[in-house]
């Protein structure tokens, strides 16, 4: 049974920064291209960013393009996003997703089929 679980969310001001982690289990993780996505409210979910399994290939939403950095230890079975310079508009639900194993170049929700429930993000200006 896979399971992601998210944390590191929480309230911060403009040009702050945030960590934000996820911890994998069940399935073989190195092998698994992993995700972040976001919802903010009243909005549909968005890609983020996403790194595969073999670390070689990130992509990112231009949203969030020299901000945020997207990171793997598959020693470890954890995927984070580093935040910097965040926004008002980066206040949003932050998903961890799981994506199709040994294929690098997902970023479409639908490729994505496990998800974690979420963490809370919000930049007050």
């Known amino acids: 049974q896979v399971q992601l679980v998210e944390s590191g969310g929480g309230l911060v001001q403009a040009g702050d920064s945030l960590r934000l982690s996820c911890a994998a289990s069940?399935?073989?993780?190195?092998?698994?291209?992993m995700g972040w996505f976001r919802q903010a409210p009243g909005k549909e979910r968005e890609f983020v960013a996403t790194i595969s399994w073999n670390v070689g290939t990130t992509y990112y939403a231009d949203s969030v393009k020299g901000r945020f950095t997207i990171s793997r230890d598959n020693a470890k079975n954890t995927v984070s996003l580093q935040m910097t310079s965040l926004k008002p508009e980066d206040t949003a639900v932050y998903y961890c997703a799981r994506g199709p194993s040994y294929y690098s170049d997902a970023i479409k929700i639908s490729e994505f089929n496990y998800w974690g429930q979420g963490t809370q993000v919000t930049v007050s200006s």
């Open positions: 069940g399935g073989t993780f190195s092998r698994y291209t």
